[in-house]
């Protein structure tokens, strides 16, 4: 089955990255000149996605706004013939038809996805979390997530290894190998606190494909960590039921709801971008050859 929808939850409050999201949703903080949920968006259009839904919350409208028609400044723009900036923006209406709705009480990532059961429909549907920026790879991550399940027909996880330190942070999942990226998941665990409970170093990070009959899991899903529905304890009714596929998508993931993600990705997609990478490599360049790592202080 072509799957042709995507559901992007961005209704958390972003914490961790305060005082920046008091306002500004931590979804619109720009790597480089680009709010991280625009790369998001296009990389489930270049997956094959059309209809998206974004799961929103109160304070979130810059989110609707950065995806619809900015008729002033474009008429602006074109006006004084900067015709680069205008193709920058103007293109972001007609990406996908792109849908919203709010999660009045955040209570949870499984709480959130069960505002889609309407959208969804009797479909699959591709997740993609608000968190995660996910660039480079093979192919899109999402693209590579959705071939796995019209091979194996089953749900699909995007996995990654984490370390045991970040385990306890993040869902744990049970895997064998079936061939090269591709694993079987039997199992699953929401922020493993226990030696026993950990089955591996891999975590789900970011995206998946999620068949229909979730919705009727999340309803009769138990509140979990945190006191909160989680996707996490849904899928794991999938995992240890009819199984589901995990798959190691090729690209590097970036974790933009945490401040040291936020600066790698703005280093190291800034690294290659067409109009400041090489400017902006000689100048990390000449930065570290001046002794300013060793000696911080001097920046002072």
């Known amino acids: 089955m072509k799957i042709t929808k995507a559901v992007i939850p961005a209704a958390g409050l972003g914490t961790r990255v305060l005082p920046a999201t008091k306002v500004m949703p931590k979804e619109m903080l720009p790597i480089v000149d680009k709010p991280a949920i625009q790369y998001i968006v296009e990389e489930a259009v270049q997956s094959g996605i059309t209809d998206i839904l974004i799961i929103t919350n109160r304070g979130k409208g810059f989110i609707e706004d950065h995806f619809d028609k900015a008729p002033v400044l474009e008429s602006i723009l074109e006006r004084d013939k900067k015709y680069d900036l205008l193709e920058s923006i103007s293109h972001l209406d007609k990406l996908a038809n792109i849908h919203y709705v709010r999660q009045i009480e955040t209570k949870g990532l499984g709480h959130a996805i069960s505002k889609a059961r309407m959208f969804a429909g009797n479909d699959p549907v591709a997740v993609l979390y608000g968190d995660d920026v996910v660039v480079g790879g093979n192919a899109p991550a999402t693209k590579e997530l959705i071939d796995a399940y019209g091979t194996y027909g089953k749900g699909v996880i995007g996995i990654k290894p984490v370390t045991r330190k970040e385990i306890v942070n993040y869902s744990c999942v049970k895997v064998d190998h ?55 304890d849904a899928m794991r009714e999938l995992a240890i039921t009819s199984g589901m596929t995990a798959v190691e998508y090729s690209g590097t993931r970036y974790d933009i709801g945490n401040k040291f993600g936020i600066m790698k990705a703005t280093i190291e ?32």
């Open 178 to 232: 079936v061939k090269d990226n591709i694993f079987r998941c039997t199992d699953m665990i929401e922020k493993p606190q226990r030696d026993e409970d950990v089955f591996s170093l891999y975590s789900i990070l970011g995206r998946c494909i999620l068949p229909p009959e979730i919705f009727d899991i999340l309803d009769r899903t138990p509140p979990g960590a945190k006191n909160e529905i989680q996707l996490t």
């Open 269 to 300: 997609i800034g690294l290659n971008h067409p109009e400041i990478g090489e400017e902006f490599r000689q100048y990390l360049y000449e930065l570290t050859n001046s002794g300013i790592l060793d000696k911080p202080e001097m920046l002072k």
